[in-house]
């Protein structure tokens, strides 16, 4: 087991500005193991005000591109179920011919980075279809390209339906415990055979 530990000190802005920060940040690398469950609270020195800058996550993101590891560590760490999101990934990522992506925003220009900072997209490669996951790291909510339907509700009781937005994906579940995990991957996986 190898351990790392760093004490850097300074205001919230200060370190997000800091290139230090980010060339330290971006030398740990490899997959993650578990979320850190030590809350990284920063203390101002100049009022004593603390800001609570949510869970460590470290190593990489299953299936996600180096280029959006970081925001979707930042988005994780305030999920208190990012174990569990970690574990939906690891999972689903692995599946055949399945890529995980950001988003082309309406001003993405060719050689732009794609956006990961709301969802990701988990595609069949080759498929004519879009995703058939999509998952937001910061609340552990999943939506999936099937209709609600009695058969999603048996399989899957804490799912929901939507009734607004693309009319293809319309069942959602939130992972909040080991159970919503189990329902979220029985999902993904009519989900992903359907694509």
Same mark, same amino acid.
């Given at each position: 087991?190898?351990?790392?530990? /760093?004490?850097?000190?300074?205001?919230?802005?200060?370190?997000?500005?800091?290139?230090?920060?980010? $060339?330290?940040?971006?030398? $740990?690398?490899?997959?993650?193991d578990a979320v850190r469950r030590a809350p990284r609270v920063v203390v101002d020195p100049a009022s004593d005000d603390e800001f609570d800058c949510g869970w460590l996550v470290e190593g990489d993101v299953p299936g996600v591109a180096e280029e959006g590891q970081?925001? /979707?560590?930042?988005?994780?760490? +305030?999920?208190?179920?990012?174990? $569990?999101?970690?574990?939906?990934? #690891?999972?689903?990522?692995?599946?055949?011919?399945?890529?995980?992506?950001?988003?082309?925003?309406?001003?993405?220009?060719?050689?732009?980075?794609?956006?990961?900072?709301?969802?990701?997209?988990?595609?069949?490669?080759?498929?004519?279809?879009?995703? +058939?996951?999509?998952?937001?790291?910061? #609340?552990? /909510?999943?939506?999936?390209?099937? $209709?609600?339907?009695?058969?999603?509700?048996?399989?899957?009781?804490?799912?929901?339906?939507?009734?607004?937005?693309?009319?293809?994906?319309?069942?959602?579940?939130?992972?909040?415990?080991?159970?919503?995990?189990?329902?979220?991957?029985?999902?993904?996986?009519?989900?992903?055979?359907?694509?």
């Amino acid at each position: 087991m190898k351990l790392t530990y /760093v004490c850097v000190e300074g205001t919230p802005q200060e370190l997000d500005a800091s290139e230090v920060i980010r $060339q330290l940040v971006q030398q $740990q690398s490899g997959t993650v193991d578990a979320v850190r469950r030590a809350p990284r609270v920063v203390v101002d020195p100049a009022s004593d005000d603390e800001f609570d800058c949510g869970w460590l996550v470290e190593g990489d993101v299953p299936g996600v591109a180096e280029e959006g590891q970081s925001t /979707v560590k930042a988005q994780l760490a +305030f999920n208190p179920a990012a174990q $569990q999101f970690l574990d939906f990934m #690891t999972e689903s990522a692995s599946w055949e011919s399945v890529g995980v992506h950001g988003i082309k925003r309406k001003t993405w220009q060719e050689g732009d980075p794609l956006d990961y900072t709301g969802y990701l997209r988990l595609r069949r490669k080759g498929s004519q279809y879009g995703g +058939f996951v999509y998952a937001i790291p910061s #609340t552990g /909510v999943i939506n999936f390209r099937l $209709q609600y339907s009695d058969e999603i509700a048996e399989l899957a009781p804490n799912a929901y339906p939507l009734t607004k937005g693309n009319h293809q994906y319309r069942a959602n579940i939130q992972i909040h415990d080991e159970s919503t995990l189990k329902q979220a991957l029985a999902l993904a996986e009519l989900a992903y055979d359907a694509t």
